[in-house]
């Protein structure tokens, strides 16, 4: 079982950037993707981005030209740009793997607390 820890949340103004890191305590370069969700008080956890070994990523329509993932095989790490922050983004975020094209996100992160002042 991969141990996953997000690193990088905080508490920044409307407007303001972070970034996100997610440490893996193996290779990913083998897992088919690599994705950060979030999860506000009250809702379901969402995604927010993901991108596969190949280097293909999506994003949920809410981040898109605000967020940018990338990962780096060689550290392990994976990570997620935020710019533009609003506050709605305001959730926690985690990290999470698919290690196969068949299997679904099954490896999570403790997540890293992200808010976004008014």
């Known amino acids: 079982q991969v141990q996953l820890v997000e690193s990088g949340g905080g508490l920044v103004q409307t407007g303001g950037s972070l970034r996100l890191s997610c440490a893996a305590s193996?290779?990913?370069?083998?897992?088919?993707?690599m994705g950060w969700y979030r999860q506000a008080p009250g809702k379901q956890r969402e995604m927010v981005a993901t991108?596969?070994?190949?280097?293909?990523?999506t994003y949920a329509d809410s981040v898109k030209g605000r967020f940018t993932i990338s990962r780096d095989n060689a550290k392990n790490t994976v990570y997620l740009q935020m710019s533009n922050l609003k506050p709605e983004d305001t959730a926690v975020y985690y990290c999470?793997?698919?290690?196969?094209?068949?299997?679904?996100?099954?490896?999570w992160g403790q997540g890293t607390q992200v808010t976004v002042s008014s």
């Open positions: 999470g793997t698919k290690r196969t094209m068949f299997r679904n996100y099954d490896q």
């Open positions: 991108i596969t070994k190949g280097g293909s990523s």
């Open positions: 193996e290779n990913i370069g083998s897992y088919f993707a």
